[in-house]
């Protein structure tokens, strides 16, 4: 097979997405109130083994533009979670790569037993195996089993596109860290990406095939297991959502991510970390809404490509909903 042409034109209308009220247009920007705080996502750094692509955080060996957030940092949010009843059931935690983090297994093991769920994205290769981490991981599930799931980031089913996104050599290696977590009885789903062309049956079909031949026990038919995220790209043209959109997709605002979570980021050379409204945002000030919880609960303005491209149009969820 050639190697996948992914280069993209840069077409977004310079005029859009500049006025948090108003379009390009003129007509009366959408805009996402929280509801309550059903998930916090925690950014743990920017540092990856990786360097994707289409990275929408830009996350590689080099990129240390989000710290690594520590253990004590993150107690400090979930002491918060516990002292305002904010109800929040699920931690998500997100980089980078996040076994890069020399704290992370301490921030797990605080997070797991404070009784909260946890969603950890993984890229599943050298940081995750190494014999330490593994270690860890091991004793985290035989205590926490049930409350722990780790999601594997495989764009593709074919080696091909997925290497054409992440790099030479990258397919093999998170299939062994994939074989071997599922093996040990982790619970695990995967994180797919519908940028090659493919419709949804052929990438589950795609999947499912690879599971069976490689021995990895997951059901590629399961939305929960096999999430398959649209296409981002803050280059491309894409409508602005208005007020009136809501109506005319039939979808509704309290179904937005924002409505439902935010993240904790730790930019590089800051005395503490900001809460940002959107995993998909971590840069843009015009989305940080203060250093608490507390201060994030307010309403934010649909005013960025990948509000529309991802949640509003592309109905995706990062927690996979």
Same mark, same amino acid.
């Given at each position: 097979?050639? +190697?996948?042409?992914?280069?993209?034109?840069?077409?977004?209308?310079?005029?859009?997405?500049?006025?948090?009220?108003?379009?390009?247009?003129?007509?009366?920007?959408?805009?996402?109130?929280?509801?309550?705080?059903?998930?916090?996502?925690?950014? %743990?750094?920017?540092?990856?083994?990786?360097?994707?692509?289409?990275?929408?955080?830009?996350?590689?060996?080099?990129?240390?533009?989000?710290?690594?957030?520590? %253990?004590?940092?993150?107690?400090?949010?979930?002491?918060?979670?516990?002292?305002? +009843?904010?109800?929040?059931?699920?931690?998500?935690?997100?980089?980078? /790569?996040?076994?890069?983090?020399?704290?992370?297994?301490?921030?797990?093991?605080?997070? &797991?037993?404070?009784?909260?769920?946890?969603?950890?994205?993984?890229?599943? %290769?050298?940081?995750?195996?190494?014999?330490?981490?593994?270690?860890? &991981?091991?004793?985290?599930?035989?205590?926490?089993?049930? +409350?722990?799931?780790?999601?594997?980031?495989?764009?593709?089913?074919?080696?091909?596109?997925?290497?054409?996104?992440?790099?030479?050599?990258?397919?093999?290696?998170?299939? /062994?860290?994939?074989?071997?977590?599922?093996?040990?009885?982790?619970?695990?789903?995967?994180?797919?990406? &519908?940028?090659?062309?493919?419709?949804?049956? %052929?990438?589950?079909?795609?999947?499912?095939?690879?599971?069976?031949?490689?021995?990895?026990?997951?059901?590629? !038919?399961?939305?929960?297991?096999?999430?398959?995220?649209?296409?981002?790209?803050?280059?491309?043209?894409?409508?602005?959502?208005?007020? /009136?959109?809501?109506?005319?997709?039939?979808?509704?605002?309290?179904? !937005?991510?924002?409505?439902?979570?935010? !993240?904790?980021?730790?930019?590089?050379?800051?005395?503490?970390?900001?809460?940002?409204?959107?995993?998909?945002?971590?840069?843009?000030?015009?989305?940080?809404?203060?250093?608490?919880?507390?201060?994030?609960?307010?309403?934010?303005? &649909?005013?960025?490509?990948?509000?529309? +491209?991802?949640?509003?149009?592309?109905?995706?969820?990062?927690?996979?909903?």
């Amino acid at each position: 097979m050639n +190697q996948p042409a992914l280069d993209k034109p840069y077409f977004l209308d310079p005029a859009k997405f500049r006025d948090p009220a108003r379009t390009a247009k003129g007509e009366p920007r959408a805009s996402v109130t929280l509801k309550k705080l059903e998930t916090l996502w925690i950014n %743990t750094g920017t540092l990856c083994n990786l360097e994707c692509r289409n990275c929408y955080i830009e996350s590689s060996p080099s990129n240390d533009r989000l710290a690594y957030i520590t %253990t004590n940092e993150v107690a400090f949010y979930l002491d918060e979670i516990a002292t305002h +009843q904010l109800g929040t059931q699920v931690v998500g935690f997100t980089g980078g /790569e996040p076994f890069l983090n020399p704290d992370m297994l301490d921030i797990l093991e605080l997070t &797991l037993e404070r009784g909260f769920e946890v969603l950890l994205l993984t890229n599943a %290769t050298k940081p995750m195996l190494r014999p330490r981490v593994k270690k860890g &991981l091991l004793a985290l599930h035989a205590a926490y089993g049930h +409350q722990l799931t780790l999601r594997v980031s495989i764009d593709h089913f074919d080696p091909t596109w997925h290497e054409a996104e992440r790099g030479a050599e990258t397919f093999e290696p998170v299939i /062994e860290g994939l074989q071997w977590l599922t093996k040990q009885g982790f619970k695990v789903d995967i994180a797919g990406r &519908l940028f090659a062309g493919d419709d949804e049956m %052929t990438m589950r079909q795609g999947y499912a095939a690879l599971f069976a031949e490689r021995g990895i026990a997951l059901d590629a !038919m399961a939305k929960q297991t096999l999430v398959l995220f649209p296409e981002m790209d803050a280059r491309l043209d894409v409508p602005e959502i208005t007020t /009136e959109c809501w109506q005319k997709l039939n979808v509704h605002p309290d179904t !937005m991510m924002c409505a439902s979570s935010r !993240m904790i980021v730790k930019r590089k050379g800051a005395d503490h970390p900001s809460v940002v409204a959107c995993t998909l945002l971590p840069y843009d000030e015009r989305f940080d809404l203060g250093h608490t919880l507390a201060q994030a609960a307010e309403t934010v303005a &649909l005013n960025h490509p990948h509000c529309a +491209q991802f949640c509003v149009l592309g109905g995706a969820s990062c927690g996979g909903n």
